[in-house]
């Protein structure tokens, strides 16, 4: 079981930077790819990047590439998300994801979710 928490959220004018922390209980968290996924109001979920559980391997979305970045530090059992460059159509609920054994841009590999953390990006 891994339960998650993400905060840093909030709200940031365009062209500015915030960094998301996500915080996983539970001893394996080094073990799982872990994941950002995020959802605008009536759009669908949608993958941003994931790391791989010993940190080599990234993926991200084209439309962050360049000024999103996916880090995690297993001693502190925390995944970061360090956004630059942020645009308006950036806003949206960012949710952190972790799955056992996949490399996936499907929310459906992933088994556990944070609640999400808000970040609103002004024009």
């Known amino acids: 079981q891994v339960q998650l928490v993400e905060s840093g959220g909030g709200l940031v004018q365009a062209g500015g930077s915030l960094r998301l922390p996500c915080a996983a209980s539970g001893r394996t968290f080094s073990s799982y790819t872990m994941a950002w996924f995020r959802q605008a109001p009536a759009k669908e979920r949608e993958f941003v990047a994931l790391?791989?559980?010993?940190?080599?391997?990234?993926y991200y979305a084209d439309s962050v590439k360049g000024r999103f970045t996916i880090s995690r530090d297993n001693a502190k059992n925390t995944v970061y998300l360090q956004m630059n460059s942020l645009k308006p159509e950036d806003t949206a609920v960012y949710h952190c994801?972790?799955?056992?054994?996949?490399?996936?841009?499907?929310?459906?590999?992933?088994?556990?979710w944070g609640q999400g953390t808000q970040v609103t990006v002004s024009s």
């Open positions: 994801a972790a799955g056992r054994g996949v490399l996936s841009y499907s929310a459906e590999s992933y088994d556990y």
């Open positions: 790391i791989s559980w010993s940190g080599i391997t990234t």
